[in-house]
């Protein structure tokens, strides 16, 4: 099948374009042989017909969907221009990814932005790594280098090129910054740092702002980074090729001149560069040509800063630092010095003695000015033996000092070089293998080409040809590995290009022969170059309008150069005279610079001068080495450098040349693209076999076209029988040892034979699968009618029925209804004529009865009424007094009611915003008291008025009663009684009865008032319990926050001070490898041997560092830089005003015992760890300050709150609350600030004078008696400590240490402190303490990768300290009498002990971060714990692996779940066995919980491979099996759980569906604990491994990132996780058991039975 099968409709294309160099087209018929056009669909919506015939011929395919955004594009199906460019773009656009393979080439573009993805987590991440399984990555091409390298032992180079701009610089940075990190030898030396160091130096010297690039490199650079046996750096060496001199006298617009000149110009002010005389930089000729004297973003200052501070790292001193500065300040003055013509014709020229700059340039350089002066106007020449002196034109003279200028700033660039590589020499050994990073400028083309640009293009020649060869040399490689019968690839070599420049009587040598003539000039040069190469070679051709010109086809494109200035160029003629005057300067190293052999015509080995002294003797001048020679001499060794060394290709491209972040200018990129040999890379891969395929991958993929092959046994031999019948053609593939081979485009053939069977085979399925469904169809259909005729006849049949029922019940229903319609209307006409006779009869009966009883009631009224109106007069004076009476008092009683609860608001109000509300609430209680007393008094008194009204009732009824005994017997006696009688006596009743009423209505109105006020009482008592609650809730909760806060605090400064006793523990191990070095280079420099007193003792007692007094006095950001821990410092003391020992002076900081020092990186260390001990100090310090400061004024607040008797207001409880959580918060920094003061630093190590002065203080010291005698205890001797600690601690065999009891050394020790004490020999309990200490460090540092010992000594170290604390002096033991405290303070060894401690449990962690960190990976990504996870599916590009890059060694055997459980179970078991607090348990494994996710998850966020479905389930399910471990022994608790959480939300969001927007939504809310550079990274990584599963969508990437943008994240943005951080640790306090000798059991291996029992 051919490939012109392929143009099928539907098939995708690439078409030119004059804009987008080429753009995606649609093929809307098929193609036949013949055709001379088809017809296309452009992306737009266009339709074109595009001609097939030639030149243009077919239009390139385009690739899969499934390809899009490969990261390596040697994996494309089709290889070419377009589908390269279109891959680049899609990655650089859409995905953001900068970095692409090209099969051994990394493509680098420049984002023109900071990526975060350069911090030390990306590099280990990539460490280790197999750089085919990890994203493309700069750090990726150094890892595999210096594997290599380890591996093979053989040296590599890294060629990084490209054109200004690019990124070669950075990329260089970030490389050699890999090299130092992963062949980092922190322990022993500081090279890595100076080879960082040597970058701000070359930077400052060497870059320079150009149109297309800010830091542009102006010089190339080969540094050789050496490596010794273990992989680490040792030294390194620096070369530099072709300096762009002609920048320091000449600038073109908006370009500046070197860095360097700008910086001192911005530092001109600080007191030691005042001497230069230095001005602005617009006023230096040499610097103000370009108009641009800034660069945005740059701070010149600071960037001196950096470089001052790299020179001192390289050990650059002071004096030589200024000695530099004044040459290039020198240079400067120089470009100003006025040259004034003079004479007939302007044929002279002079200098004013006056010349202010010559003035200062003779001073800067030490040289005589009127002799310059006279030498810079004049030359000397040689005639007939004679020599004269000729004056020069102003031009000349201007020439000859430009030229002077450009040959000081080469010398001092060189001696730099120089000075640098001297530094950065191997001093212990010979490198065993180096790798080479080389940053070279790339192919250049302008409008106006010279000398410069020849050079550049002529070395990019070499260097492709290399390039060229190397690719040619991996595929025949790649080919007789697999033994193929193979034709030679033929390429196009540029040998002949490079034989026209660097050939016999070529370019360079007819350049070399003009400039030895006597009267040489660029027009004779350029005659000569027509006469010998015109129309003799094809890459040399003449412009048709100049003849001062010429043109050379070189490999990218062709060049014109112009000849002017060719000459004088290679020539660098700088006359013999001025230099002589600097050779006699009083500078040392200006005399140094133009010494006799500094101009010779030798080749230095660490830097290739790029001109030479050029005397103006006729008679020398042929003996001299032009720039041509040397750069040709140069460029020669370099490639035999690089042809000896394995290389490893970084190609730079600019995305675009306005600068823009993420711009993609396509024109730009294919020109760089086809400059830099990419595409020359895929043209070479092309045009051999560029798809492989190993047979299983094959057979798996198309198992399909197979036909009668179902047997895996042998996969090879069943390829082989079916290949031929699928491509007829046997020049389209070849077959392998294990690989398949196709040329270009037979892999899209297969896949259109795959689709096509699988579409064959889908139609057919199809076709009987639709036959079935509609079989099934109709038999449904048809038995569906038999059931609806069914049903519907039955419901015919029963609507009838019911029908006939309706009708006979109808009949029924009206015959029955009419019947009883007029039954009932017969019945209420019957009852209504019976019921009206009724009514009529009845209302004749009334009508005569009521006029009956009105004539009666008549004259009742009237008796009636006039007694009547009597009374309603008498009641409604009563009520109206009554009433009255009422009103008042209801208004007395809602005024009292008013103030009532006007009092209780403001006890509300006061109990809200005071304290102390409980008082008032019980003057309320007591008021209510005081009115339940007063109602019980006034119920006594209404008992009492009762009680008195019934006496008087009763008084009043016998009265009565007496009365009408009285009356019956007047009645007796008279005939009847008068009526005034009668009317006193009724008269008396209703008074009586009114006084009753009015009794009882008092009464009433009482118990009513006294029900309201029990029910106000009870609602204000309820609401009072409310307050009281609400309170106590919002108290509850502001302390919960406070201890929250309090609690993270604490946490961070305890890691921060974690953090400071690993970099202790790091720069004592320095200490001690220094102190061996210096110990063994004494050793070998001494002639016979010295016995060293063996009193001394490798670890003196560690004194207590006195609290600083001074306030402190933080330093400036750059200062802290200065002087960090991890910054080298120079090995030699200059003078007393460098940086550090002036920060030691501020900070009060003695400097007596950093002088007594013998190792130089020891005494720098240890003052640093000595300032860094300061700042923390001085930072506790300033912020309990700050607090107090607070807390006074608060104080303040609430004094003047008192002050002004406002008890309601509503600051006061604030101001309280605010007083109370300060003056803890105050208490807590002070018990902090207490603990810190004493940090361990190196002093406690390298210092003994502490000790005497403490012995001396407490031998003055009384020594109190104890009260009692103890029993029980321990006595060692005072000669016999060392020996204990040797016995007991240091001197123990591992297997000793195991079979002891749990904390018996601790036990032990303890036991003989106590004795000690109870001796009163202070000192010799401060001595066994700090004994002990050091004996566990030893112990420790002896065992350091054993688990179980040093768990261990963890236990011993926790339980010593638990056991002093619990008997220190300053322990509350209130609670328990029988305790006897120490005597001596011991809170200095409580605290050395604590550091101990953290110390051992850090080492514990380490030794399982070290067994677990080489096989989480394997463990937890690339092994297959569930069996057949993976399937059989294989993605369509891994069909090729990168060339070149040989495949790295199969993980550790073993690197399973089951290793890493088996890891953690040992940490377990060794904590478990010596019965370690649970609590230290779950934070360690807290700890390597979160190494395990983030060592995982970012080697996920960095291998697509990684990123697809069963990847996801796969991960999901390792992270159970940790879960359930976790469970199984109940360390769930301490947070372990939770650091797997983001692991958890990656394998989720890789099971996810990512379709529609709600799929966005759902993985947004479930990934929270991703950031959002995590999820999208993720996303744009997802790779399906199968054809059902579906590639994630540019559009969804676009919907989910929209979404991420809504979420706010507390934690700052990032891509991967930190593997190095480190949790703080706490040890919880447990007051172990009492302690008696009796209760030990000594082994009598320890060999301690000189301990008496007391």
Aim: with cysteine.
């Amino acid at each position: 099948m051919a490939t012109t099968e392929l143009y099928t409709k539907g098939a995708c294309v690439w078409v030119p374009d004059p804009e987008a160099v080429w753009v995606s087209a649609q093929l809307l018929q098929d193609y036949r042989a013949g055709d001379q056009h088809i017809l296309i669909q452009l992306t737009d919506g266009r339709d074109m017909e595009y001609p097939v015939l030639p030149p243009a011929g077919l239009p390139p395919l385009g690739n899969p969907d499934i390809l899009e955004g490969e990261n390596d594009l040697t994996a494309l199906t089709f290889l070419h221009e377009p589908a390269v460019l279109h891959n680049l773009r899609v990655r650089f656009l859409d995905y953001s990814s900068i970095y692409t393979y090209c099969g051994i080439v990394l493509v680098a573009l420049n984002p023109y932005e900071q990526l975060p993805i350069y911090g030390e987590e990306v590099i280990d991440a990539y460490s280790g790594q197999d750089m085919a399984d990890m994203e493309p990555h700069i750090f990726s091409v150094a890892e595999e280098a210096y594997r290599t390298m380890i591996r093979e032992e053989k040296n590599q180079s890294i060629i990084i090129s490209g054109e200004s701009g690019s990124g070669k610089t950075v990329s260089a940075k970030f490389t050699m910054r890999y090299f130092a990190v992963v062949g980092g030898a922190a322990q022993q030396t500081s090279v890595e740092e100076k080879v960082l160091a040597s970058n701000p130096i070359m930077e400052a010297i060497g870059n320079a702002k150009t149109t297309r690039n800010d830091n542009s490199s102006r010089f190339g650079k080969y540094i050789e980074i050496g490596f010794g046996r273990k992989g680490d750096i040792i030294g390194a060496n620096m070369r530099t090729y072709l300096l762009e001199k002609s920048r320091v006298v000449f600038q073109a617009a908006q370009e500046r001149n070197y860095h360097i000149f700008y910086q001192l110009c911005a530092s001109r002010d600080l007191p030691e560069l005042r001497t230069l005389k230095l001005d602005s930089a617009e006023n230096f000729h040499y610097t103000n040509q370009g108009q641009d004297v800034h660069i945005s973003g740059t701070d010149d200052v600071v960037e001196l800063e950096r470089a001052r501070n790299a020179f001192t790292i390289l050990g650059v001193q002071p004096d030589q630092q200024m000695e530099i500065f004044r040459i290039l300040a020198a240079i400067l003055h120089l470009g100003n010095v006025n040259i004034q013509a003079s004479g007939r014709g302007g044929d002279r020229s002079y200098i004013d003695a006056k010349d202010h700059s010559l003035a200062i340039f003779a001073k800067l350089l030490g040289v005589e000015g009127a002799q310059m002066a006279q030498w810079l106007c004049h030359r000397r020449l040689a005639v007939g033996g004679e020599m004269l002196v000729k004056p020069m034109t102003g031009q000349q003279a201007n020439e000859a000092r430009d030229a002077l200028a450009k040959h000081v700033y080469e010398q001092l660039f060189t001696w730099t070089v120089q000075r640098l590589n001297t530094s950065l020499r191997a001093h212990r050994e010979q490198p065993k293998s180096f790798t080479g990073v080389l940053d070279i400028y790339g192919f250049e083309t302008f409008d106006r080409n010279s000398f410069e640009q020849f050079c550049i293009n002529y070395a990019n020649e070499k260097l492709q040809q290399q390039f060229n060869r190397h690719v040619f040399q991996l595929e025949q490689e790649e080919y007789l590995r697999e033994e193929l019968p193979w034709n030679r690839i033929e390429f196009s070599d540029n040998q002949p290009c490079i034989a026209l420049i660097e050939g016999q009587l070529g370019l360079l040598d007819l350049l070399d022969e003009e400039c030895r003539m006597p009267k040489g000039s660029d027009e004779n040069w350029a005659r000569k170059l027509y006469d010998h190469h015109l129309n003799q070679s094809p890459h040399f051709r003449k412009p048709r309008m100049s003849n001062s010109a010429f043109i050379i086809v070189h490999f990218v494109d062709m060049v014109q150069y112009e000849c002017d200035g060719f000459l004088d160029k290679n020539r660098d003629t700088v006359f013999e005279e001025p230099i002589n005057i600097l050779r006699a300067s009083q500078s040392e190293l200006v005399a140094e610079l133009f010494q006799k052999d500094s101009g010779g015509g030798s080749l230095p080995n660490s830097s290739l001068a790029n001109g030479s002294i050029r005397s103006g003797k006729r008679a020398h001048r042929e003996h001299k080495l032009t720039v041509g020679f040397q750069f040709r001499q140069s460029l020669q060794h370099l490639m035999d450098t690089l042809n000896s060394t394995a290389p490893h290709y970084v190609r730079c491209i600019k995305s675009n040349d306005l600068k823009q972040p993420f711009l993609f200018d396509p024109k730009r990129a294919v020109q760089q693209l086809r400059a830099c040999g990419v595409l020359e890379t895929i043209r070479i891969s092309a045009a051999g076999y560029p798809s492989r395929w190993t047979y299983e991958e094959f057979y798996t993929r198309y198992r399909v076209l197979l036909c009668g092959s179902d047997s895996k046994d042998d996969v090879r031999r069943s390829c082989q029988n079916a290949l031929p019948d699928l491509i007829p053609d046997p020049e389209q593939y070849c077959f392998g040892k294990t690989k398949v081979f196709f040329r270009a485009g037979q892999v899209a053939v297969m896949e259109k034979l795959r689709g096509d069977r699988l579409h064959a085979a889908g139609v057919l399925i199809q076709s009987w699968v639709r036959g079935w469904l509609q079989r099934k169809r109709y038999q449904r259909l048809r038995w569906a009618t038999f059931i609806l005729q069914r049903y519907i006849r039955g419901t015919l049949a029963r609507r009838l029925a019911w029908s006939l029922r309706y009708t006979r019940a109808a009949l029924i229903i009206q015959k029955t209804y009419r019947m009883l319609a007029v039954r009932q209307l017969y019945l209420a006409i019957r009852n209504a004529t019976v019921k009206i006779q009724a009514f009529i009869r009845g209302t004749q009966a009334r009508r005569i009865y009521r006029q009956m009883l009105t004539e009666r009631a008549v004259v009742c009224l009237q008796a009636r009424v006039r007694g009547w109106l009597a009374r309603c007069s008498f009641r409604r004076i009563r009520a109206a007094v009554v009433l009255m009476q009422c009103c008042v008092r209801r208004r007395a009683a809602r005024k009292e009611l008013l103030l009532l609860r006007a009092e209780a608001r403001s006890v509300e109000k006061y109990r809200e915003l005071n304290k102390g509300m409980e008082v008032k609430l019980m003057q309320l209680q007591l008021r209510a008291d005081q009115q339940a007393r007063e109602s019980a008094s006034l119920r006594e008194t209404l008992q009492t008025e009762r009680e008195a009204h019934s006496c008087e009732l009763e008084q009043l009824q016998s009265n009565l009663l007496k009365l009408q005994i009285q009356l019956q017997e007047s009645a007796n006696t008279a005939p009847s009684l008068t009526d005034k009688q009668e009317e006193d006596i009724r008269r008396a009743e209703e008074k009586a009865a009114q006084e009753i009423l009015h009794l009882t209505q008092e009464i009433q109105a009482l118990r009513v008032e006294r029900d309201s006020l029990e029910k106000e009482r009870d609602d204000l008592a309820i609401r009072l319990q409310d307050q009281e609650k609400s309170l106590e809730e919002s108290r509850q909760q502001t302390v919960v926050q406070a201890d929250a806060s309090a609690r993270a605090e604490l946490d961070e400064e305890r890691r921060r001070y974690q953090s400071l006793l690993r970099e202790f523990t790091r720069l004592e191990q320095r200490y001690d490898n220094l102190r061996d070095m210096s110990l063994f280079t004494t050793n070998e420099r001494s002639r016979g041997h010295r016995r060293t007193d063996s009193t001394v003792s490798l670890e003196p007692p560690s004194p207590v560092t006195s609290p600083f007094s001074t306030t402190p006095v933080f330093p400036s950001p750059e200062e802290v830089r200065r002087i960090s821990v991890t910054s080298p410092t120079d090995r030699r003391p200059w003078r007393d005003e460098q940086p550090l020992n002036i920060l030691m002076e501020d900070v009060n900081i003695a400097k007596g015992t950093a002088e007594s020092m013998k190792g130089e990186d020891l005494g720098y260390a240890y003052d640093a760890v000595r300032v860094a001990n300061k700042f923390l100090e001085r930072q506790l310090l300033s912020q309990r300050a700050q607090w107090e400061k607070e807390i006074s004024d608060l104080r303040m607040k609430l004094q003047q709150a008192q002050d002004r008797n406002t008890p309601g207001d509503p600051e006061i409880n604030d101001l309280t609350e605010q007083v109370v959580v300060r003056e803890q918060e105050c208490v807590r920094l002070r018990q902090e600030l207490k603990e810190l003061k004493h940090t361990v630093s190196l002093r406690r190590i390298l210092s003994y004078a502490g000790v005497a002065i403490a012995a001396s203080q407490d031998a003055t010291s009384p020594v109190p008696q104890k009260s009692q005698m103890l029993t029980g205890l321990l006595e060692c001797r005072k000669k016999d400590e060392s020996k204990l600690i040797k016995q007991l601690i240091t001197d123990v065999r591992a297997e000793g240490v195991l079979s002891l009891p749990l904390g018996l050394a601790a036990r032990v020790l303890f036991l003989c402190i106590r004795q000690a004490d109870c001796s009163g020999d202070q000192m010799r309990v401060k001595g066994l303490c700090s004994a002990a200490v050091s004996g566990i460090k030893t112990a420790l540092k002896k065992h350091g990768n054993d688990l179980d010992v040093t768990a261990v000594w963890l236990k011993n170290a926790h339980l010593l300290k638990d056991l002093l604390n619990q008997h220190s002096s300053r322990q509350d033991v209130r609670g328990s009498e029988e305790l006897v405290l120490l005597v001596t303070d011991v809170q200095e060894s409580v605290r050395a002990l604590g550091d101990l401690c953290i110390q051992a449990y850090q080492q514990l962690l380490s030794i399982s971060e070290s067994r677990l960190q080489p096989i989480i990976v394997p463990a937890m990504l690339e092994s297959e714990t569930i069996p057949g996870l993976a399937g059989s599916s294989v993605k369509l590009s891994s069909g090729r692996k990168r060339a070149g890059s040989d495949a790295r060694p199969p993980a550790p055997e073993g690197a399973t779940m089951s290793a890493v459980l088996r890891e953690l179970s040992a940490l377990h078991t060794a904590l478990s066995r010596q019965d370690l607090p649970s609590a230290l348990q779950e934070q360690a494994f807290h700890q390597l919980m979160y190494l395990l996710a983030a060592t995982t998850l970012n080697s996920l966020l960095l291998r697509k491979d990684m990123c697809c479905w069963n990847r996801g389930l796969q991960i999901r399910y390792n992270v159970s099996l940790l879960e359930e471990w976790l469970r199984s022994r109940s360390l769930q608790k301490g947070g372990a759980v939770t650091t797997l959480e983001p692991l958890i939300q990656a394998a989720q969001l890789l099971q996810m569906s990512k379709k529609t927007e709600a799929d966005g939504e759902a993985m947004v809310q479930a990934c929270n604990a991703l950031s959002n550079q995590q999820v999208v990274k993720i996303l744009s990584l997802y790779t399906p491994q199968s054809d059902l599963e579906e590639r994630v969508t540019l559009n969804f990437i676009r919907i989910v990132q929209g979404l991420l943008k809504g979420r706010s994240e507390g934690q700052p943005p990032q891509l991967l996780m930190d593997v190095r951080r480190v949790f703080p640790v706490t040890f919880p306090y447990q007051p172990p058991p009492q302690v008696s000798a009796a209760q030990l059991e000594i082994p009598e291996s320890l060999k301690i039975s000189f301990l008496r029992r007391v």
